[in-house]
């Protein structure tokens, strides 16, 4: 069973970037669909990126051409590469797994069996 640990949130002004890592432990990524969600105070979870075990990413409509989800070579890290934030960004960012996940549920946070503890973004100025 793969545990997931988040790390790299932050405070960042607007238009800044920060990069947010998924660390595996007690196993990789190897066989598993990675994806990032993100919940803001007192609005409902919302998946923000995806990458599957081919490979292939999946993004929210929000945040095409400004993040970026890309997995090590280890395939113990996933990381979520994110610029020109806005404060619409700021939520706390949760990263979660899971083996069998199919394409048409990949942004439902209900497919997925693993989820880390999550990390606070804040952009703000």
């Known amino acids: 069973q793969v545990q997931l640990g988040e790390s790299g949130g932050g405070l960042v002004q607007p238009g800044g970037s920060l990069r947010l890592a998924c660390a595996a432990s007690?196993?990789?990524?190897?066989?598993?669909?990675v994806a990032w969600f993100r919940q803001a105070p007192g609005k409902e979870r919302e998946f923000v990126a995806g990458i599957r075990r081919d490979g292939n990413q999946h993004y929210a409509e929000s945040v095409k051409g400004r993040f970026t989800i890309s997995r090590d070579t280890a395939k113990t890290t996933v990381h979520l590469q994110m610029s020109t934030l806005k404060p619409d960004d700021t939520a706390v960012y949760s990263c979660?797994?899971?083996?069998?996940?199919?394409?048409?549920?990949?942004?439902?946070?209900?497919?997925?069996?693993?989820w880390g503890q999550g990390t606070q973004v804040t952009v703000s100025s």
């Open positions: 007690g196993g990789t990524f190897r066989s598993y669909t």
């Open positions: 979660a797994a899971s083996g069998s996940v199919i394409l048409s549920s990949i942004r439902e946070p209900r497919a997925y069996a693993y």
